[in-house]
């Protein structure tokens, strides 16, 4: 009898001893499917969107800004003294995977409405081992109306641009990203395409405490046959770099690339800065408001 009583009470001790072990390691599987802390510092690498969306309910202010090109040297300054170009805008957190955001630009007086929205995330025990955002704008065009040549009509001063960005954390210190695209515009000069292919590689190195290096490498892909009168005015890739240092509300970039404008498909189709004095210094500064 006493031998029974033992064996039950061992036996009760085993059962809820392995019960607590699965209940553990149920809880560090649910653990390990969390999302891994952030990329990115910022919704922005250089000119374009990281992975990065804002948390719900969460406000950003963000400011653009991009000097003249190198191309007269120290005439200009190095460009400091030619004319710039600046965005400001703000995105918001709907949820913690869907932001929305508006801004305006000073060079082609565009309006933007942008938005970007998580569809996967890379988790702790890599069952994920990427993250996927979907990120998209539509911009009007709000310059003279003498600017769009003849036979105007409002539809021709839209534009829109989508991409895909894929980005994986290797570690605390590296994180990386490639982002092909898509960018329209519903009117153009007849020296340009409406349409074209885009992508988008780069990455983030931390290298002390909240100092980041970053870099990214644009190139635009035509999809239509280039016509001869055309090929002077393909677009060049960009290839940009920043300091960032970054902060629990501020995140403040330094740059140094090749793209002037500041909007996606702006830069995508248009630009034509080399890497002789195509050069531009700019910055970006991010405000989070929680």
Same mark, same amino acid.
Not at 155 to 176: G, P, T, W
């Given at each position: ?14 059962t809820l001893m392995a019960a607590n072990m699965f209940n ?55 460009g400091i003294y030619a004319p710039s170009n600046i965005r ?72 829109? @641009? ?7 954390? @290797? ?19 007849s020296v340009y395409q409406n349409q074209k292919l885009t ?52 995140? @403040? ?29 700019? @910055? ?7």
């Amino acid at each position: 009898m006493k031998i029974n009583k033992v064996l039950t009470k061992n036996l009760v001790i085993i059962t809820l001893m392995a019960a607590n072990m699965f209940n553990t390691v149920a809880q560090e599987e649910e653990k390990d499917k969390r999302p891994v802390p952030e990329p990115f510092a910022s919704t922005m690498l250089i000119d374009n969107q990281t992975s990065v969306i804002p948390n719900a309910k969460g406000l950003q202010f963000v400011i653009h800004h991009r000097f003249g090109t190198f191309e007269n040297g120290l005439n200009d300054l190095i460009g400091i003294y030619a004319p710039s170009n600046i965005r400001m805008g703000f995105n918001y957190g709907i949820t913690d995977r869907l932001m929305v955001g508006i801004g305006t630009e000073k060079n082609n007086k565009a309006q933007e409405l942008h938005w970007k929205y998580n569809i996967a995330s890379q988790t702790r025990s890599n069952s994920m081992p990427v993250t996927i955002t979907y990120y998209g704008n539509g911009v009007i065009d709000a310059s003279d109306e003498s600017d769009f040549g003849t036979n105007f009509k409002s539809i021709h001063r839209l534009s829109y @641009f989508n991409q895909l960005i894929v980005s994986r954390k @290797f570690s605390e210190k590296l994180s990386l990203l490639i982002a092909p695209g898509f960018l329209h515009f519903n009117a153009v000069d007849s020296v340009y395409q409406n349409q074209k292919l885009t992508l988008t590689v780069g990455g983030k190195f931390n290298i002390y405490n909240n100092i980041n290096l970053l870099c990214e490498y644009d190139k635009s892909f035509a999809i239509e046959e280039v016509k001869d009168y055309e090929e002077d005015y393909l677009p060049e890739g960009n290839l940009g770099f920043a300091a960032e240092i970054a902060t629990g509300t501020h995140t @403040f970039q330094i740059v140094l690339a090749q793209y002037r404008e500041i909007i996606n498909q702006y830069n995508f189709a248009y630009n034509t800065n080399d890497l002789k004095d195509g050069w531009v210094l700019g @910055f970006n500064l991010t405000v989070r408001f929680y």
